[in-house]
């Protein structure tokens, strides 16, 4: 019974990710090849480059192959493609300034600059749209799903950090 | 095509950075002769004209994408027509063209935040867009085009979860369940909302601000009444006697008694009639909000936590009480105010008059300048308020899983941490008022020095008496009062508009299960229920069944079966009609569900639930909960059914026990049987038992397996059971995994079928040796 409760830890040595050129993460995984990938992170918001778990979509449903214990055990290549991918998987972008808080009646209107691309974020209120994640960490969640990151407040500019300390 | 000025600019737009309200919609409704002829609702967001694209049909679909293959924003289009699909950079230049007979599949890969759409094609999976999560139902809905392109089948219309809900004049996207645009929704129109349930008390305002305006005339008498006092009296006169002088006085000084007791009593009126009408307004809305409230369907609470609801409902509802009791007889009356005292001044002293409005200005200045920064504080403090509240209700409610942990300590300091945080923002609020009220003392009695200086030099060259300088200060305290008090007055509308606002939230929300205008009457219901390609989902994008197909025969027992996770309940809660199905639909006796009153349904099904839920209230108020009419007898004979009459008898008030909140007086199997009661009273033709003995000991199990076996007994039964042995009465066993309907059978022919049920079984057959060896 005990063995079935035990996750199956990879040897990073025998990893091979790439990326297709359909856009598809495909690779080996112990001598096996896999036509179609994917990466699921076991504690995204917390370790979000520690315990991710490859899946296979061979079936119906995905299976587990196993997980990777860290992401940089991985050789480059394999890294890159892990990387991309779960840039794909995970699209919770990085806010890097706030440009402007604006309040309109029932809305905050957020016009951000991200790691991705400028950005605007419509949240109903506050308290039910941003969490905060230990000192200065936010996830901000706009009315329509979509997440957004601030890593740590302290690093942004001076604009963005009045802001923030004025609204929240 | 139709609207093609329109589309145009808005191309234009969706081309820039990606942004939030350009193209979340985009829908036309074109003059199209569909297969279904008439007009088609049709998702089309790229203006074909400008696109150097050969296809040899119609696109049926184009979409705008919005991320790159890097992860970062940026637009791309997928263009669907009967023979392909395309895909466009943000330029227009075709990148991908998949033949559709090249398709098996086609697939929503969902990530977190974002996802793509993914081809199964025969030379391997491949990507063809990828998007964030707000395009989730859009690109679902392609997927279900290029799904029925590759089967041949008809490609269905885009259904209104598919596209986002926007509003209809700004185009800003409207939250899940709100038909009104909170930003088209005005200040203005909050006020003339609230003046709404003020109408049916029209008759009585009216009365109240008559004597309102009576109130305010006396009490500006008094000063005037002083000014003849020192001009006509106590500045001797060489013309008049010392008598006449002294009646004079007298006659003056009873003028002032009866203006103050008119004064005291017109006041105290006033006041009466504001409270009385004020807390009326606030019943009838708390009222209204309440009936909204539970109006509403379950997926509206799915997302709330119910302790800070409730919180929030109730304090939102108290100061809007306030407001109303007090805010609006202090508004109207220091308005009235204002105004007279402003035209008595005037007449009185122009100059004089003026140079007192001299510091008004400085006033509303900075009351502007500290109304923000007050309100985001205001706002903050709240938000503090509401963590410690959720926090409270929180650990109360799990206390015993506190205590059980031994975590008490942690709870302390959780607490003690937003605690701290309440205290700062406190601080930092009150700290602001406390500056607030000093500054602006200061601007209004600068204001005073200057009339004392003008108008005393006035009194020194005779050209003003003295008794106007002395009337005019004291209007100047009255008129400069209530202008202090106008900015934290403006602080406290705002405030309140905002909690009218956000009760509005809740009148305003839509209930997503809707009963349809002059739906017939079901009458007698025999029992028959048929689910056709039932598929559901919480969130629309991520369906928890996919297309449930089964037909029960009035009086059959339906066992449902499967993992955890894999639809039981959410198949229960169908039936039950706490939710609508996305796509497919519900049959009772040939009718569908969505065309039956929801209360006359809810009439003829009885339900006995996972968590037994018990009011607070006598054990025969809550068996008879659903039929209040119930005679004693009847109570008695379903408790009887249930097997609860003998424990019910063992109680010291019997039927009349208090069962104390929640019944947490009574134990699991207790509250099981009262629940069995209740579901049985009412006598329903349809019975959906969902874990209905899970947790229990061996011997009440048997108790409540026997009630249920009586209870079962001639009426269409839904049941999950924990334990498989549970179900073997059932006619017939549905096992479900991942959503869909993996077996149909009785428990025998399930197990010759060796399939998913034979595994179940299996496992539990383990399970409980494990258990034998334990125990």
Redesign the interface.
Known sequence: MEEMFEAKYLNPSSIRLSK?K???LEGYVEGKRY??L?LSRAF?LSLPRQYLAILS?EDK?PQEVGMIRDLDHLDHQSKSAAE?EL???????TITSIQSIKQ????WRWTIE?????????M?N??EHVRVMGSSRLILT??????FELADASTLDGHSKYLLR??? | MSVVSGHRARQVNAIGPARFFNHELDVQVRPELGRNGGFALSIRELEMDQVHLELDHEPLVSLRADLREDGTFGDSWLVISPAEACVLSSDHDVRIRVPISDIREAELDRGVGGGSLLLKTDVGPMVLARFSVGLYPKFGYAVTVLNALTKGEEVPLPSERDIPQVCPSCGRPLGEGTSVCPTCLDRGKVIRRLAGFARPYSGRLAVGGLILILATAFQLVPPYVTKLLVDNVLVPHQSSSFTKAVTYLLALVLTLFGVNLLGMLTQSLRGYIGVWCGSRITGDIRHKTYDALMKLSLSYFDRRQTSQFIGRVNSDANSMREFLTDGVVFLVSQILMVLAIAGVMLKMNWLLALLSFATIPLIIVASLVVWPMVHNLWDKQWRSILRLNVLVGDSLQGIRVVKAFGRESSEKSRYNTANQELVMQTTKMEGIWQGVFPMFAFLSSTGGLLVWYIGGRGVLHGTVTLGTLIAFNSYLGMFIGPLQWFSQFMNWLNNTLAAADRIFEILDAKSTVVDRPDTPSLGEVKGAVELQNVTFGYESHRPVLKEISIDVLPGEMIGLVGKSGAGKSTLINMICRFYDPDRGSILIDGHNLRDIQQEEWHKSIGVVLQETFLFDGTVAENISYAYPDATQENIMRVARIANAHSFIMKLPDGYDTLVGERGHLLSGGERQRIAIARALLHNPRILILDEATASLDNETERQIQEALARLVKGRTTFAIAHRLSTLRNADRLVVLDGGRIAEVGTHEELLEQKGAYFKLVEAQRELSKIRGVEG
């Open positions: 297709s359909n856009g598809v036509a179609h994917s995204p979509h449903e991309q840039q794909l998987r995970y699209v919770v972008p309109e009646p029932a809305f991200t790691d991705r691309g400028p950005a605007e974020l419509i109903r506050i308290h706009g009315v329509d799903g979509r997440r004025r609204y929240l």
